[in-house]
């Protein structure tokens, strides 16, 4: 069983232009503020602006127009590569018997090149106590191990029995990282409720295949116990001794 969910570009790409939109708000209010000047004095009070009035309203259009393409500029080029960081580090992945949560937290530019950092969080499904996503917001209720390292020291590939992960950093596997007991993502996802069922139903599936296989492996070595030999010899099987012919 492997899936991978990532996370919703639409959704995202919403949430930047929002904030977008909330910087550059100052310098539309400005411009709206000089509309209005303009307005009342020519055509309320049919008179003529000052000239100091005219150079204040042309030096704060010229401003507010400059921050504005400022703005739009810087905030497109962050977005986009924000974004495309997110598509790349900020997912869910049930493997097996293990969950893998990411999220892409910060990106800096370092040496002549953009270093990402993400938030990861190890844990197995059977762990899962409780998962709800409130406010756009996943809480997940389990025992887990949490890093929060540069995204390239974290690559990891599954194990092929699905029952853990082995960091391409083998330092990794025994050592960093601390132990909590919940996670709490924002929900970049498509449907973040119908997520956290999901996780939950894996996590009832995982519980209950293994206490299966608890059982049976019970009841065989129950049956190994009480087995006895065709020829009802004991459990603990005694060859005969062999003879010593002497010539």
Known sequence: MKKMIRVNEKRLTAKYNRRLFLASLPAVSVAVSLFVIVMVFVVRLNAEMPAEMY?????????????????????????????????????IQIAGTMMIVSQHVRAVYN???????????????????????????????????????NADWLGYSVTEDGNGIAFDRCWYDTNGGKDVSVIEITDFYTYGERIARHIDHCAKKT?????????????????????????????????????????
């Open 55 to 91: 150079r204040t309203i042309f030096f704060a259009a010229y401003f507010s127009c400059a921050y504005g393409f400022a703005v739009c500029l810087i905030g497109s080029f962050a977005s986009g590569i924000l974004v495309r960081a997110h598509q790349e580090h900020t997912y």
């Open 111 to 149: 040496d002549h090149r953009w270093v990402h950092y993400k938030k990861m969080w190890v844990l197995k499904l059977a762990d899962v106590e409780k998962v709800e996503c409130i406010r756009g917001q996943l809480t997940i209720t389990a025992r887990a191990r949490y890093f929060n390292e």
């Open 207 to 247: 519980r209950d295949r293994e206490a299966r296989r608890q059982a049976y492996h019970k009841e065989m070595m129950e049956i190994a116990r009480n087995a006895r030999h065709p020829k009802k010899r004991p459990d603990r099987y005694q060859p005969e001794k062999q003879r010593s012919f002497r010539r």
